[in-house]
Structures are given as C-alpha cells and as structure tokens.
C-alpha cells in the first residue's frame, strides 16, 4: 500500500518542551503547492490519496488526529498556523477513526501523532501536540537535513539488520 517503506532517524532532536495547543481544524480537498498567492490549508489523506500526495510533494507534514480527542483539538490552530507561515511545504491530516487501516499501517498508538515525510522517507515521528515554538523548531530541523545522508545512514543500518549486525556507529 504505502510509497513510504522506510522510517529513518534522521538526528532530528526530540523536542523536551512541554506539550500543549486549542480549537477545531479545518481541511481543504487537495493541497495548494504554494504556488502564486495562495495560503497552504491542511489537505485531508486518506488510504486513497495517501501514495500520490506523498510521493508527489518532497516535504509532507502529517498529523494524525480524532475529533474527540482534546489534545488534537489543542494542535489543530498551531498545525494551521504553520500551514499558513510555510506554504511551500505539505500540510496533511489523516482522521483516525475515518482511516484506522492507515493509522495502522504506521502504528499510531498516540494522538496527536506529528510525522514529517521527505522525498518519501519518514524523518520525523512523534506523539504529542507540540507548542508553536516547537513546532517551527522541528520544521526548521527537518528542513536542514542532508537527504542524501539521510539515505546513506539508511543503507548502513539495512545492510547490518541484513548481515546479523547492528547498525555501526
């Protein structure tokens, strides 16, 4: 099912700051690439859509949510709030109840859950609704990653799980 076969730890540090947020999200139907004078809204993923908004964008930030969960509810205003300050990158929502066959193929366990996908590698996943702050801090972290480092690393650690090794370091 899903483009993204390979979760990376791409040495973006874990934010430590107290996780907080409030207020509902809204989506649109398809993302805006930023182009012209368009403000970016979050685009709604679902099982369908997922393989293409992913592999066709570079950058795709997905936050996993429910309607009925308060701390979702928290991080929808910031989530938009970087939507409308980086409309050059992908601003996605998959609903967890709408599409439990997704949330399972990455088990999510926790909601809010925060991934950040590039050039179809998962460089960031964490629970939580993070604070604005926070936020912007990991976009920035995410941004500045050396994808192609990204990918050696990959290689490495697949090659030493494929020879009974662990990854060296």
């Given at each position: 099912m899903c483009v993204l076969a390979t979760w990376?730890?791409?040495?973006?540090?874990?934010?430590s700051a107290p996780l907080s947020g409030a207020s509902?999200?809204?989506?649109?139907?398809?993302?805006?690439?930023?182009?012209?004078?368009?403000v970016m809204s979050t685009v709604e993923l679902t099982k369908e859509n997922f393989d293409q908004v992913v592999s066709e964008n570079?950058?795709?930030?997905?936050?996993?949510?429910a309607s009925w969960c308060g701390p979702c509810r928290q991080f929808a205003p910031v989530y938009e709030g970087a939507a409308e300050r980086h409309p050059d990158l992908v601003f996605?929502?998959?609903?967890?109840e709408a599409q439990q066959e997704l949330a399972a193929a990455?088990?999510?366990?926790?909601?809010?859950?925060l991934m950040i996908v590039r050039e179809n590698v998962a460089v960031?996943?964490?629970?939580?609704?993070?604070?604005?702050?926070?936020l912007e801090d990991v976009i920035g972290q995410a941004r500045a990653l050396d994808m192609d480092?990204?990918?050696?690393?990959?290689?490495?650690a697949e090659a030493g799980a494929g020879n009974g090794e662990g990854p060296k370091g």
């Open positions: 990376a730890v791409a040495g973006i540090a874990r934010p509902p999200h809204r989506t649109a139907g398809r993302p805006d690439t930023g182009r012209g004078n368009h570079e950058f795709v930030l997905i936050d996993f949510w996605a929502k998959v609903d967890t990455f088990e999510i366990q926790s909601i809010p859950t960031f996943a964490q629970p939580g609704a993070l604070p604005e702050s926070v480092e990204v990918r050696q690393s990959i290689k490495k």
